[in-house]
Every structure is written in C-alpha cells, then in structure tokens.
C-alpha cells in the first residue's frame, strides 16, 4: 500500500477491484465502513462475483475477470475526454509534459520494438526526446505537443469508449457512465479517491499493467500521496511484505535493490545499469544517488571485513542469475531435470500452483525436497497424495518441524507498511525448531563440510558475517538491529538511511528499515495507539506515528510531498498529509527535504525516487508497453474487440512452449466457461484445514455456478459436479448462486464460474472424505503462464468445462 | 450516521463503573449477559500473564493480546487470544480465523519430530535433528557442487547455484526471511521466491 489501513477511513470515493475486503480481509474492512458511514464515501465493487463487499457498496458492477485495463481505461478517457483531471498536479507532479522521442508507436495491439519471434519488446523507442546537453527529457508545460505523453495517452484511450468498455468488460453503457460520473469528480483538489485491489488484479498475464491502469488514473486524478489516496495493495499472508522487502525474491536485494546481472564487474557497473536516472534539472533521484551507498552497506552487513574497497566491497560474491528464477521457473527447470533440491518453509507448492499436476510431476523429478514447517502440507505429502505409487517416487524428502508464529518473536509487516513487533507467547511445541535456527544450522554443516573437504567457491560461505551469540541460535533481535545497520567507525545504530556511505564504514542489512532500531531500542514494539488518541494521533489523520515503526523512516503516507500544492499547502486543508509551515515541512514524516522551501527555484519535484522526479504516466519500466493496455487472458472465450488479429498479450511468457512441452491450452469449444479462484473468510490458503473451528465452518470443497448456467445443466446445490480444464479436473460439491450470472461480453453471452481454493488432500476434511481429496486442488486447472513483468501466473482467468458426475 | 464508537476498552469501563445500561443498550447487548461474559473472561485470566503478538494470517496485521499462564510442572498454557484494543488497525477486533488462532497455535496435528522418507519409500520414518541435518546438508554441497556456475558463456563472472531453489517466507517473522535471503544468496541461490507472485 501507498497508504494504510485506517487511512482509507479518509477517502471521498473507494473503488474496489480484484478483492474482497469484507470477506478476505475483513477487519481492514471496517475503514471502508468509517468512510462510508462517517463521512458518506461511496464504495464501487467491480467484481465477477457478488460478494459481501458489493452488499455494502453503493455501485456493483459485474465485470468479467481479467478485463480491469479495459475498466481503468475507459475511466482515463473519461477524465483526459472531459478535462476533468487534476490540472496543476498533472502539468507539475507527472509526465504528462515530457516529450516521448520519435519512433515510439503503437499500432494494432502492438508497440514499436516488437519481435515475434522472441515474443519480446525492444523498448528503446519507449523514451524521452532529450536535450543531448543535458541528457534531460524536453518539456511542454502546455502539453500541447503532439509527441508529449499528455497527447499520446489522450490517443492511446481515445479508443476506450463506453461502448468498447462495455462490449469488453460485460459492464452495461450506463452503469459504466454512471461511475465516470463519479470517478470524475475526484480530479478537484478538494476531493480525494482510493483505489484498492489484490491478487484479483495481479493473478492475470497483464497482472503488472492492470495494477499501472489504476496508478495511471490516480496520477491523473492528483490522488497519489494523499490521505484517503493511493494505490492500495491488500496482501494475503501475515508477513508477505516483509519477506518481500527483505527480498526472498529472484529479482532482488533487500530494499528493492536489483539482483546484480552477468557482465557487471564494479559496483559502478552495477549502478549503471540499475539505479534511475535523472531526467530533469529539478529532479533529486534520491534512489538513484543513493544506489551505491545502499549496496555496498548491505554488502558491508553481509561479508564484513571480506568486503573490502579494493575488491569491490566482494561485489562478485553475489549471485547474478542468468535469466528469470522466479516461482514458475523452479518447476520449469525441475521438469527440465535441472533442479536437484528445493527448500520449502510454510509454502506448498503443490497447492499453490498453477497447474498443480504438472507442478507435482516436477517435485517428483528433484532429487531431494525440505520441507519446513509446522503441520503437513501438501507438499510434504506429495509422494503419497491419492493415485500416487510411492515406491514409483525417486525424491527424497525432508520434514522439519518448524514453531509457530507465536512461538517466536519478531515482526509482521502489514500491508500499509506497519512493521509491528510481536512477542514470543509459547515455547516450541514438541521438537519444533525455528526456521532461522534450521537454517542457521544446516549453514554451519554446510560450512563444516566446504571447511573440510573444499568445494565449488566457498568464499561467501566462509566469509559470510555470523556477529550473534550464538551462531547456531541467532535472536530475532541481534538480525533486527542487523537489518537497522550501524555506522562502524561510532559503533551507533543508524538512524536514517541518508547517512549511509558507500566507502565501507556503514553496514544495513536493508535500507529501508534504517532507522527502525535506533540505539535508544527498537521503535516496532512501539504500542501508543487508540488508547490516547488525542496524544498518539496528534495531526488526527489517523497516522499515529508512535504505534510500530514505518518503512521508510516511519513515513505513513508515501510520495506525500505530492499531497500539497506547489506552495506547498494542502490540497485539501481538511485532510493533510504535509504542508509548508514557513521553515519547515510538518505532518506526516516528509517524503522530501524536511527544510526544502517549496518557493525555490531550485526546489526539487515531489516524487524523489525516480529519475522523472514526478509520477509516470508513461513508463519505460514495464516490458509489455509504455502504457496499459487491455489484452485477453491467454485463455478466452472472445477475441479482442479493440485488436483480435493480437488478442492476447504477445508477450506473456508461454513456458510450455518455451520448454519445447505440449501446449495445453482449451478453447472455449471444449471449455465454454469462464472460471476465477478465490478465497473464502473461513479459510486462508490451506493451513487452515487443520484448524477444526474453520473447517467446521467451511467444510467442503464446493464450486459456485451461476442459476441460468445450473439450470441448462440440470444441476442443483449439492450436486456433485466435474470442473475440468485443459490440465486436470477437480471433482466437487456445486452451489448454485445468483452472486454469479450471464453476461454480454463482444457480442456473445458468457458464464464465469467460481472456484475456492482452499481444499487438497492434506488437512481434517480430506482425512473425513472417502476419496481423501483426491480431485480438489483448485490449482489443477490453473494454466502455467506468466505475466510478462512479474511471471505472476493467470489464476484469476481461465476456461473450463462442467459437468454433472 | 455513524458506527457505535463505544470500543471493548470503553465497553468495559463503563461496565465496571456500574453506568452500562444505556451505553450498552444502545448496542444491543443484554447487559447481564455481557456482564457475566466479562467476569467470567476476567476469571480465566486472572494472574495471566499478558502477551502481544500480531494475527498470522491476511495482512491487515490485526494485533492480539495473548494470555498465558505457567503450569505447576512447568509448561505454559495458552489461555486466551484476543484482539488488542489499543491497535489502530484492529480496535480490538478479530475475523473468523483470527478468532480462532488458539486453534492453530496449539495443536494435536503438529509435526512432533523431524521426518524422513527415502527414495522409493512408502512411509514416513522419526529421525533425529543430527540426522536431517547432516543429510540436507550434505545435499546441499553435493547440489551446489554440481550445479555451481563460475564463469558463463559470455566469461562473465556469475557465482551462482543453478540447481537449489528456496521457497517461502510468508510465515516468517520479517528478522528470519532477511536472515534466508542473506544464507541462500550467500549459497549462491538464484532461484529464491516466496508468495508475493502467487
């Protein structure tokens, strides 16, 4: 999230799409309420299904899974058409004045660069014109130009009117007119608009430009950095941010630093070709000046003396991978027989998918799996799942039990950033030990054996800093200071990322919790909440500073020096998130210099880390387009009203394919149905089918199909019935529901049926079901394709046939 | 119109200053019921000791307040989980699942030991920690080992593990993902991923 939790409590309008929030996250939920109830917000849920969410919104709309671009940039048009965008945020705080140099094109579902046989983009045409003095990108403040990003994006939506909206989305014309109203007003400055998504939006091949269609509007609009603005991100699992920013993740360092790439030699190498560049005179690209300092501190962290100025502070210890490693590509290269062992700690792959059939063949294909973790999964099961001959199962197989959250201390970071502390409440159950203790061990043996008997590169290994106690048992706290970093020549915590150097004398294990652990102690445990809200929550934003600690520097709200005016005053005065005092910035923790007098000529532009220094509406970032545009799921009954001759994304990434595997793609011939998966209050991924009280609620698997569809087929609530893709099937019980129904999308009519994922052959139901769980993976049916940014897979969009057993 | 404002901190003062009749009528509760409910929460963790931890599930980060008493042979109990009142996040409340999070943090479905399945195996086998960890250890030389790349095609220097991949993290509190990521990069991992993507 950009913002937080309680602060949606201060938005004007909530536009939900891709979640749930009353059902899946549904104490966050009631600050949808306090901005409904309180201040009369309205809440409009764009949805494939009618759930508790849309019971309370003031608009449902039934929109088709996977078509939100289309939805985003109808909006956009709507705004640019009818110049309702936030005109002095537009023209200073985005792109919207840089000139995009000739060349870039786009043409029939096509930008310029492409390559089909690579299925890739060249993006060098996606740039700035620029100043060859400078370097910098020309500017026209007027946005008149017809090579300005204003004008190239007003022709790129142009396009998404409400009809092309509708014949996409399945939305009816007015219904979608009806929300333009709204959106639209949101654009004055004393109005304010968030918009909150989850894995709805990001689960599809155009997951990465769905969520940019939204930022892109809410550039447009002036609601980035504001209170009650943003771009909101509800994430599903307790600690799924933080092990994100501490970058358990192929393509990172912590901090979002880039994973370094073959060919770089030198530090200077490296930050070459990752940090931002700057663009505009005015521009701080606090990021990319600072690259250097945050790399070589974390480098300083990790190898200590062995990271040492003259051998590039051990730059060459690092890992550069050869191409994408992310979750899909594990299983991809385990097929390969590429893959010997795989390490998995409260994640199961075989549940989790997509494609859970083919994911399980690869896990058979490894020569050995570790699983650690507190209960069973189906991960640690699979060599004995129904239909599996175990004795036909080479993989050896591991499984460790790990404590329980509550078994240890540390911190969860929320979805707004909060990074809050949690005590350890219970010693470990049985012989459970704590993952990090695992891990801290099982390196030391590994270490042992490079010790005693050499191997490939051991350097990392024997250099890598170890300063806790006890090696083997290393605290939470001593990592948690770790990760804060010191200033070695005082032996002083750190506490602002801005004093980090890049000469060797700073340590951080991740800059972007610098300053959450200050030699005064650590600032997560901090608990001044709602018992004083008058003293915790002095600006009565809702920010309450004192209540954990905020990643980066406490800050609450980002980019909110985006949330005044050019004097720096208020948009809204009613709702601030920084303003100018005269001396200083007060409010919320600056995203900015907290001195910098707005008035200067030489004052720097309100978003410090990229290179623009201002919001992008155009974006060389993104490898499938400078701008979002609509693409069909890579399975779909319709081809692309607005291109069919390139109807889905051309660069989506096709693994089978690629693999040289078959190709295992339906067509709505032999799979007519539109299916999306999902998540229901009860449960939470799988671990929860061994708690009996959420079990006793949601007992059994079951798939939700539409009355009109249920009808044609004769199936009642009840039934048992086949759902069943190109890659599997799974066999369970039918509820039929008018949450879901009939729609109208290019012309023809189309169902979308509903699958919950919560249900495999590990857990207290599958142990009371005569087939154990045999067919109830959900995953089973979900293709192995990945969004062309991310490789997130396309959960949320497939087709499927069903049938009556 | 407005939610009831009155949170389980208020709720309870007011309960205890002997004024609730009409603030808790307001809400809809039957006060006697809500009073012996509140006595009898109040018995059960009478000289508990009070805890805070964080929900384990979605990422709202609902915070708990955990009781735990010490038992006279010296194991803990876990008492109660409640939502913290003082948390501006939660107020205090909880979902289905964070409600039930006793159910999860103590269970007769936990793995007790350290397990072991061979190759072709068709049942589980109780090990030892020693045991586990010297085999995986002495995979994860003998993987990384073979699958180490140095130099690529191109002689560029790349020091990576092309043939171990780590998974997860979700669960973990923020201190052990930064401490795997740390150990499996330092391993030479590339393959390194956890839920954000799925």
Redesign the interface.
């Given at each position: 999230m950009t913002n937080h939790?309680?602060d949606i409590k201060n938005a004007d309008l909530i536009l939900i799409n891709g979640a749930n929030p009353a059902e899946?996250?549904?104490?966050?939920f009631?600050w949808f309420?306090?901005a409904k109830?309180?201040r009369g917000a309205k809440i409009i849920h764009a949805d494939p299904r009618f759930t508790r969410t849309s019971a309370v919104a003031d608009m449902y709309l039934r929109i088709r899974t996977g078509s939100d671009v289309a939805y985003f940039g109808g909006l956009i048009n709507h705004v640019l058409q009818n110049n309702l965008f936030h005109d002095e945020y537009v023209r200073n705080y985005t792109n919207a004045s840089f000139l995009v140099k000739d060349g870039y094109a786009f043409t029939d579902g096509l930008f310029s660069g492409y390559s089909a046989s690579a299925r890739s983009y060249n993006i060098a045409s996606w740039s700035y014109d620029t100043d060859p003095a400078t370097t910098f990108a020309n500017r026209d403040m007027t946005l008149q130009n017809p090579r300005s990003v204003f004008q190239l994006m007003k022709a790129h939506y142009a396009r998404y009117t409400p009809e092309m909206v509708s014949s996409i989305t399945g939305i009816p014309v007015a219904d979608f007119n009806k929300v333009a109203d709204m959106v639209g007003q949101m654009g004055k400055p004393d109005k304010v608009m968030t918009i909150v998504y989850a894995v709805g939006l990001t689960h599809h091949t155009t997951g990465g430009q769905l969520i940019r269609s939204g930022a892109v509007l809410q550039l447009l609009l002036g609601n980035m950095g504001r209170p009650g603005g943003g771009m909101n991100a509800?994430?599903?699992?307790?600690?799924?941010?933080?092990?994100?920013?501490?970058?358990?993740?192929?393509e990172i360092?912590?901090g979002y630093l880039k994973?370094p790439a073959?060919?770089q030699?030198t530090i200077a190498d490296y930050v070459a070709q990752s940090a931002p560049k700057k663009s505009d005179k005015n521009s701080w690209n606090f990021f990319g000046t600072n690259y250097s300092k945050f790399m070589v501190s974390t480098l300083k962290a990790?190898y200590g003396d062995a990271a040492k100025k003259d051998n590039e502070f051990a730059f060459?210890?690092?890992?550069?991978?050869?191409g994408n490693?992310?979750?899909m590509?594990?299983y991809d290269?385990a097929l390969k027989g590429?893959?010997?062992?795989?390490?998995?700690?409260?994640?199961t792959?075989a549940s989790?998918?997509?494609d859970s059939n083919q994911v399980r063949q690869a896990l058979a294909k490894l020569?050995?799996l570790?699983i650690?973790?507190?209960?069973?999964t189906t991960s640690?099961e699979f060599?004995?799942a129904p239909g599996v001959d175990?004795?036909?199962?080479?993989?050896?197989?591991?499984?460790?039990?790990a404590t329980?959250?509550?078994?240890?201390?540390?911190?969860?970071?929320?979805?707004?950033r909060?990074?809050?502390?949690?005590?350890?409440?219970?010693?470990p159950?049985?012989?459970?030990?704590?993952?990090?203790w695992?891990?801290?061990?099982?390196?030391q043996?590994?270490k042992?054996?490079?010790k005693t008997?050499g191997?490939?590169?051991p350097d990392?290994?024997m250099s890598?800093t170890f300063d806790y106690k006890d090696p083997l048992k290393?605290d939470?706290d001593e990592?948690?200071k770790?990760?804060n970093g010191k200033d070695l020549s005082t032996g002083k915590q750190m506490t602002t990322f801005a004093n980090l150097k890049d000469d060797g004398t700073t340590t951080t294990?991740?800059w972007i919790y610098t300053g959450s652990y200050l030699d005064t102690g650590n600032l997560m445990k901090r608990?001044q909440?709602?018992?004083d809200p008058h003293t915790?929550?002095p600006t009565g934003m809702?920010f309450?500073p004192n209540?954990s600690w905020s990643w980066p520097l406490n800050r609450r709200v980002m980019y909110n020096r985006a949330s005044a005016d050019l004097n720096g005053k208020a948009w809204d005065a009613a709702r601030p998130g920084i303003t100018w005092n005269g001396s200083k910035w007060v409010g919320d923790v600056p995203d900015y210099p907290a001195t910098m007098d707005p008035h200067d000529p030489n004052a720097y532009l309100p978003f410090i880390m990229n290179g623009e220094g201002v919001g992008r509406l155009f974006s060389n970032g993104m490898v499938d387009g400078p701008f979002p545009e609509h693409y069909e799921p890579v399975e779909s009954p319709v081809q692309n009203p607005l291109h069919p001759t390139n109807s889905a994304s051309p660069v989506a990434f096709l693994y089978d394919k690629a693999a040289g595997r078959p190709d295992r793609f339906g067509t709505a011939k032999d799979f007519p149905y539109i299916a999306t998966s999902y998540r229901l209050?009860?449960?939470?991924h799988y671990?929860?089918q061994?708690?009996?009280?959420?079990v006793q609620?949601q007992p059994k698997p079951f798939v939700e199909i539409p009355q009109e569809l249920a009808s044609e087929k004769g199936i009642k609530s009840g039934d048992q019935v086949r759902v069943s893709s190109k890659r599997g099937k799974v066999e369970v019980l039918a509820l039929v529901t008018k949450r879901l129904g009939p729609m109208t999308v290019a012309g023809q009519k189309v169902y979308q049926i509903g699958i919950p994922i919560h249900w495999g052959y590990v857990g207290?139901s599958a142990d009371s079901d005569p087939s154990h769980g045999r067919y109830w993976l959900a995953n089973a049916l979900t293709p192995f394709v990945g969004d062309a940014n991310?490789?997130?897979?396309e959960?949320k969009a497939f087709l499927v046939n069903l049938e009556k057993i | 119109?407005?939610?009831p404002t009155v949170?389980r901190?208020d709720f309870l003062k007011v309960g205890a200053a002997g004024a609730s009749a009409l603030a808790a009528a307001g809400l809809g509760f039957d006060v006697a019921l809500a009073e012996s409910t509140k006595v009898k929460q109040q018995l059960r963790i009478a000289g508990a000791k009070e805890?805070?931890?964080?929900?384990?599930?979605?990422?709202?980060?609902?915070?708990l307040v955990?009781y735990?008493r010490q038992k006279s042979d010296g194991s803990?109990q876990?008492l109660q989980i409640e939502?913290?009142?003082?948390?501006?996040?939660?107020?205090g409340?909880?979902?289905?699942?964070?409600a039930?999070?006793m159910?999860?943090?103590?269970?007769p479905?936990?793995?007790?030991?350290?397990?072991?399945?061979?190759?072709?195996?068709?049942?589980?086998k109780s090990v030892s920690?020693d045991f586990?960890?010297?085999?995986?250890?002495?995979?994860?030389?003998s993987?990384?080992?073979?699958?180490?790349?140095?130099t690529?095609g191109?002689g560029?220097?790349?020091?990576?593990?092309?043939?171990?991949?780590?998974?997860?993290?979700?669960?973990?509190?923020?201190?052990?993902?930064?401490?795997?990521?740390?150990?499996?990069?330092?391993?030479?991992?590339?393959?390194?991923?956890?839920?954000?993507?799925?």
């Open positions: 939790w309680r899946a996250h549904p104490v966050g009631q309420m306090r109830l309180d509800e994430r599903g699992h307790a600690n799924i941010q933080g092990n994100t920013d501490h970058a358990i993740s192929w360092l912590p994973i073959p060919g030699k990790w060459n210890f690092v890992p550069k991978p050869a490693a992310s979750w590509t594990i290269q590429k893959m010997e062992g795989l390490m998995l700690s409260g994640m792959a989790i998918g997509p020569k050995w570790v650690m973790d507190a209960l069973p640690s060599w004995h175990a004795s036909q199962v080479q993989t050896e197989v591991f499984m460790l039990p329980h959250w509550i078994e240890k201390e540390g911190s969860f970071v929320n979805s707004g909060w990074s809050q502390w949690k005590d350890q409440v219970l010693p159950q049985g012989q459970a030990r704590h993952d990090h695992i891990l801290a061990d099982l390196f043996r590994v042992t054996l490079y008997q191997g490939k590169f990392p290994i890598l290393p939470l990592i948690a770790e990760i294990g991740d608990r909440g709602i018992q915790n929550d809702g309450y209540w209050t009860e449960h939470e671990v929860t061994h708690v009996p009280h959420l609620l207290l991310a490789r997130t897979p959960f | 119109m407005s939610l949170t901190r805890l805070h931890s964080v929900c384990p599930y979605c990422a709202v980060g609902c915070s955990a735990t803990v876990l939502g913290d009142p003082d948390s501006p996040v939660n107020e409340r909880l979902c289905p699942k964070g039930t999070a159910q999860l943090a103590v269970s479905r936990r793995v007790e030991s350290p397990q072991y399945r061979a190759p072709g195996a068709t049942g589980w920690w586990v960890l010297d085999k995986i250890a002495q995979n994860v030389k993987s990384r080992d073979a699958t180490f790349v140095t690529d191109n560029n220097t790349v020091n990576r593990t092309e043939g171990i991949a780590f998974a997860g993290g979700a669960a973990f509190s923020s201190e052990e993902g930064y401490f795997a990521t740390k150990l499996m990069r330092s391993l030479g991992l590339v393959h390194l991923e956890q839920q954000a993507r799925v």
